[in-house]
């Protein structure tokens, strides 16, 4: 089956700093991953949709120049937080999909990565 | 805006009982439903899908049904065990690589 690998799955850092997040397919091309983050007992919530070879779709509220986003292969992804502050502490999980079904009308069935869990000093 | 709800609070039941968890929606005409398990510290894990002209899905001791006219689905697991504890999410979506919008998820514990 698809398989989503993320990395890495924990990582501390200070204030100000930047991190980078890996989320790669393992065995299926993936034009399209989703970048999610949750908080403690809160919903998933879509950050941004990442597209192979153009620019990423930033949710409303989601500051695009602090989450940057690359998909620069159809089998990688990466979320880098710049300049982090403790508030965004928080589990980021990557997403993607092989279509259930052909074209469109397909069903968006997610295979998700282990999440990474980011704490910022 | 479009709302999901699951009952947030934690269910509790005997080992061997069947488990219903429950979702509703407003504001929506989803396409797809799924439902997927996630445990501490990990990310989700699908379990099943349901279309809209679906009414019922099953799949081993799992099912799940979908009534689009309450808004709402049923999700069950029969003869549970207590490796069923985790959290259940609801998912809705509109087909395509349309955004996958997920409810808060109820958490399950199944007592021995």
């Known amino acids: 089956g698809a398989v989503v690998s993320q990395h890495p799955s924990r990582v501390i850092c200070k204030s100000g700093t930047s991190v980078k997040i890996e989320c790669r397919s393992l065995?299926?091309?993936?034009?399209?991953m989703f970048w999610y983050r949750q908080f403690p007992k809160q919903s998933l919530m879509l950050m941004a949709t990442?597209?192979?070879?153009?620019?990423?779709?930033?949710e409303q509220g989601v500051e695009k120049d602090k989450f940057l986003i690359n998909h620069a292969s159809l089998t990688l992804s990466t979320l880098t937080v710049t300049s982090a502050h403790p508030e965004d502490s928080s589990f980021y999980i990557c997403?993607?999909?092989?279509?259930?079904?052909?074209?469109?009308?397909?069903?968006?069935?997610?295979?998700f990565g282990a999440g990474s869990r980011l704490t910022v000093l | 805006s479009q709302k999901i709800e699951q009952n947030s609070e934690a269910l509790n039941i005997q080992e061997g009982k069947t488990a219903t968890l429950t979702c509703n929606y407003t504001n929506y005409s989803p396409a797809y439903l799924q439902w997927y398990r996630q445990d501490p510290g990990r990310g989700p894990v699908f379990l099943l899908l349901?279309?809209?002209?679906?009414k019922e899905k099953r799949k081993e001791r799992l099912k799940v049904t979908f009534d689009t006219t309450l808004k709402q689905s049923l999700f069950h697991i029969t003869a549970s065990q207590p490796a069923d504890s985790a959290t259940y999410l609801c998912?809705?979506?509109?087909?395509?690589?349309?955004?996958?919008?997920f409810g808060i998820g109820t958490k399950l514990q199944v007592i021995p």
């Open positions: 349901i279309r809209e002209n679906e």
């Open positions: 998912a809705l979506h509109s087909g395509g690589y349309q955004k996958v919008t």
């Open positions: 065995d299926f091309q993936a034009t399209t």
């Open positions: 997403s993607a999909s092989p279509l259930v079904g052909k074209g469109s009308s397909g069903a968006n069935v997610l295979t």
């Open positions: 990442s597209n192979e070879g153009s620019k990423a779709t930033y």
